[in-house]
């Protein structure tokens, strides 16, 4: 956390994680995963994707895989994906899952969105109603 703070933010949260997910130490869990995308049939989804690793939409079924497998060491580009997104005139988003973190992120991005959380079947009803 101290040498977080020192390269310059401001705050630095610790997150409760499994692994050094998007860093360099996750470089051997790279082939593996390739090797598993290869023997499955990807298909273009319904919606564009925001990646994590370029902060811009795909769909090309031929570059799902390498970028799922970039992500793996690259750093997450979370905040200007959301930009991306609030640029095209998204104004509502959803977090699913527990806890609200990406939703504090988010608020502190753009205090105007509208964001609604699902962790739960209460939640999730909520959520419904809301929109």
């Not at 130490?25 to 273009?44: C, F, G, N």
């Amino acid at each position: 956390m101290e040498a977080a703070k020192a390269k310059g933010p401001k705050k630095a949260i610790p997150l409760t994680v499994a692994g050094a997910y998007h860093s360099p130490l996750m470089q051997s869990a790279q082939p593996r995963l390739a090797a598993e995308l290869a023997i499955i049939t990807l298909h273009s989804p319904h919606v564009p994707v925001i990646a994590n690793v370029t902060a811009l939409p795909h769909g090309e079924p031929a570059s799902i895989a390498g970028l799922l497998v970039d992500q793996v060491t690259q750093a997450v580009r979370w905040e200007d994906s959301i930009r991306y997104l609030i640029a095209r005139g998204f104004t509502r988003f959803i977090e699913l899952g527990p806890g609200t973190a990406l939703s504090g992120f988010l608020r502190r991005i753009d205090k105007s969105v509208q964001i609604l959380n699902v962790g739960d079947v209460p939640s999730l009803e909520a959520t419904v109603r809301g929109i």
